[in-house]
């Protein structure tokens, strides 16, 4: 079973950048798929982006395509968001998830295993 822990949240202001990582621990983090969601308050959870394993391919949910890049460092057991040109509206809790698989997909019940999240504020 695979473990993971985001890190990289904070408050930045409209229009500023930042960078999550999700260290995964356990099972080979190379034989799974992973990807980003995020939950605003009082919002369903929603899909930000996802990545083979290997990295040659990646999905992008609409609200965050051209701002966002999701990518992994297999050797480094690390997945990543960067994140750009930040809106008020990216304020959220974000979730790094992954599943054993080889299929990218949208759905999170799909993904098996959940960090417990990093905030991410940004002001107007």
């Known amino acids: 079973q695979v473990q993971l822990v985001e890190s990289g949240g904070g408050l930045v202001q409209a229009g500023e950048s930042l960078r999550l990582s999700c260290a995964a621990s356990?099972?080979?983090?190379?034989?799974?798929?992973m990807a980003w969601f995020r939950q605003a308050p009082g919002k369903e959870r929603e899909f930000v982006a996802c990545?083979?394993?290997?990295?040659?391919?990646?999905l992008y949910g609409d609200s965050v395509k051209g701002r966002f890049t999701i990518s992994r460092d297999n050797a480094k057991n690390t997945g990543y968001l960067q994140m750009n040109t930040l809106k008020p509206e990216d304020t959220a809790i974000y979730y790094c998830?992954?599943?054993?698989?080889?299929?990218?997909?949208?759905?999170?019940?799909?993904?098996?295993?959940w960090g417990k999240g990093t905030l991410v504020t940004v002001s107007s």
């Open positions: 356990g099972r080979a983090f190379s034989s799974t798929v």
């Open positions: 990545i083979s394993r290997d990295g040659d391919r990646t």
């Open positions: 998830a992954t599943r054993v698989s080889s299929i990218l997909t949208i759905t999170p019940p799909l993904y098996d295993t």
